[in-house]
């Protein structure tokens, strides 16, 4: 007995909202149509799942239009009922993108871009909470891993002052815990997923250097380029519980 493929990522149900918002209201749509047969191939070319055990029902144009009518039952604007049988995914999909045209396109295009990209790795946690998905977040941090750059940016901050400290909160390593381990810090790539592609040349001005605490925060954010949004959270919260005298 064939084993079922798996359960649609999160880039593959963004390229089906997309699908959904251009055209279930304006037209109508049906398993043959020819933008659900070029999503069902698109959805075959994108390297997401190393696994398909039923090769030819994977992502075919039935199981895609049979994904745009879950994304009916959430629809307040629909007038029918759609397919119920959906998931918490496809919900958190809808609220991000639904309403947001401008960075739904450009999550597609930073999607399709992808298409002929290796195989992915396993998947870590810290991917989980990427709302354009696996793929574009593994871009985002090849960028961030790069050896000789993370150096140049850490060398460049150590000159102009002396010492590396947090852009977002301020924490200073050696100055909490002492030189013994040397000045420790992460770098972040400031670019929203979605402006990356693959192979855009990456440089020192496109990194800020973060603790590992705001480095996993920042990439929690609906937006992981927004430095500004999470320190002003930060002082919000220290002054809302500061001591008072």
């Known amino acids: 007995m064939t084993s079922r493929n798996p359960a649609w990522a999160r880039e593959e149900l963004i390229l089906a909202l997309d699908l959904y918002r251009r055209r279930w209201h304006k037209s109508v749509i049906h398993q043959t149509d020819e933008e659900v047969v070029a999503l069902s191939r698109l959805l075959n070319a994108l390297a997401i799942h190393a696994e398909r055990p039923d090769r030819e029902r994977f992502r075919n144009a039935n199981g895609v239009y049979m994904k745009l009518s879950n994304f009916a039952r959430l629809d307040p604007e629909y007038p029918g009922k759609g397919l119920e049988r959906g998931n918490h995914l496809e919900r958190e999909v809808w609220d991000t993108f639904a309403?947001?045209?401008?960075?739904?396109?450009?999550?597609?295009a930073a999607i399709e871009a992808l298409v002929g990209s290796a195989q992915p790795p396993v998947v870590d946690d810290e991917e989980d909470g990427a709302a354009e998905g696996h793929l574009l977040f593994r871009q985002h941090r090849i960028r961030e891993r790069s050896a000789a750059?993370?150096?140049?940016?850490?060398?460049?901050?150590?000159?102009?002052?002396?010492?590396?400290?947090?852009?977002?909160?301020?924490?200073?390593?050696?100055?909490?815990?002492?030189?013994?381990?040397?000045?420790?810090?992460?770098?972040?790539?400031r670019w929203p997923l979605s402006r990356l592609r693959p192979g855009q040349r990456t440089t020192i001005h496109d990194l800020a250097l973060v603790c590992a605490n705001c480095h996993r925060m920042l990439h929690r954010l609906s937006d992981p380029s927004d430095l500004t949004g999470l320190r002003d959270r930060l002082r919000t919260f220290f002054s809302a519980h500061a001591p008072r005298e």
Do not use: M, T, W
């Open 99 to 108: 309403n947001d045209p401008v960075r739904r396109r450009a999550a597609v």
């Open 149 to 189: 750059l993370v150096a140049r940016k850490k060398s460049e901050a150590l000159r102009a002052h002396g010492r590396l400290r947090c852009e977002v909160c301020e924490f200073d390593f050696v100055e909490q815990y002492g030189g013994g381990e040397g000045p420790f810090i992460e770098c972040h790539h």
